[in-house]
């Protein structure tokens, strides 16, 4: 009921930056909190940020003043501002959506199918 999307990633020189977008789509009554989570070959899926309805943000310490998530706009699109990217960023980025939908007024969780980011040394 709900579509997640995620674009953005690509291939950047360690230093640099990438925007990522993520929009949610469907039966959608409400955005509850919209996450970015990434997953790097031979590790698990770690949460990297994330923001509510409310504009309450979040971070990882790994990414803590290099990462921006934007809020949740009213196209239920979110953004997350890369910066000073490293090696070990290196990975696939999944956004995650927390939504109310308007056909039944249930909780959903729904995710995207990733975006790769390759940082370059």
């Known amino acids: 009921q709900v579509q997640v999307v995620e674009s953005g990633g690509g291939l950047v020189q360690a230093g640099g930056s990438l925007r990522l977008s993520c929009s949610a789509s469907g039966s959608i009554f409400e955005i509850n909190a919209m996450k970015w989570y990434r997953q790097a070959p031979g590790k698990e899926r770690e949460l990297v940020a994330a923001?509510?309805?409310?504009?309450?943000?979040s971070y990882a310490d790994s990414v803590k003043a290099r990462f921006t998530i934007s809020s949740i706009n009213t196209r239920n699109t979110v953004y997350l501002q890369m910066n000073s990217l490293k090696p070990e960023d290196t990975a696939v980025y999944y956004c995650?959506?927390?939504?109310?939908?308007?056909?039944?007024?249930?909780?959903?969780?729904?995710w995207g199918q990733g975006t790769q980011v390759t940082v370059s040394s």
């Open positions: 923001v509510t309805n409310g504009g309450t943000t």
């Open positions: 995650y959506a927390h939504a109310l939908t308007r056909v039944g007024r249930l909780y959903v969780d729904s």
